[in-house]
C-alpha cells in the first residue's frame, strides 16, 4: 500500500499559542499541494517546549485539549487527510501533559498518546506528568504506533510497541540542533532495528536558549532516507509503500530469531 507523508518542520515560538496554531494551519495548507494521505507536525506546537514550575505554562496549555481538536480536527475533515498533530501542551485534571492527537480523515480523534519519558535535564519531569501507557491506532489500513522526542532513547519502549505490529512509527520532536547526530542515528537505529517506516518531524528555529535542529526524516526500514530536511522550517512530501515490509521482515527476520528468555532488563 503506498501513503504519501507530509512531513511540517516548524519554526514553533515559545508561549505564542494562537500565533502558533495559525501557523500550523498555514504549513498544512501548503503541504495539501502534495496532495498527501497524513500530516505530521513537531512536538508541543502550540507553546513551545518550555518546562517550567511556575503558572506560565499551565497558563498557556490547552485546557482539555478542546483547542487543539477544534484546529486539527476541523482541518482534517475539511481536507479528508490524516493529521498526526505532533504534540500539544495539555492541561487536564490539574496536571500538564506532552500529548499528540491523531485525527483521520473526518476530522475525529482515533488515538491520543502522552510522552513517557520526560527530559529531565531540563526540568520536564517537574513540569509535565508523564504518560503511562504505549499507543496503536491505523491510518488507512496501515497499523501506526509512536512516541514523542526524549522517547527514543529508550528502545525497550520502542520494541515493546514494535511487537505488537507496527508498520509506520511516528514521532515529533523538539530536539536540539547541538546533538543533531543523536537525532539521525538513533532514528534510524530504530527504523532498522524493528523494521519499519519511521516519520521523525522536529521543529526548526530558536527559542529562548536553545537552537532546534531540524534534519526531519521519514526513513524506510533499511534506515534509506526516503526524505531529510535541513534546518530551517519546510515543508516536504514523500511516499512509503508498505508492500516492501514483507519482503524485508522475511529476508533478515529478526522478530523470529529473538531470544526474550535470556534478555533481562
Sequence with gaps: MKEKISLIQMDVELGQVERNYEKAVQLMELA?????DILVLPETVNTGFFPSPDSALYAASDADGVQTKKVFGAFAKEHGVNIVAGSVSVLENGCVFNRS????????????YDKIHGFSPMG???????????????LDGIACSMAICYDVRFCELIRTEALQGVDLFFLPAAWPLVRKEHWITLSKARAIENQMFFCAVNECGRAGSTQYGGNSMLLSPLGEELLHLGEKEQVATAEIDTDVLQGIRESINVFRDRRPELYHL
Design 101 to 112: 492527537y491523531i485525527f483521520d480523515r473526518k476530522g475525529e480523534v482515533v488515538a491520543s
Design 32 to 36: 495539501l499541494e502534495d496532495k498527501p
Design 124 to 138: 520536564e519531569t517537574k513540569s509535565y506528568t508523564g504518560g503511562s501507557s504505549t499507543v496503536h491506532f491505523t
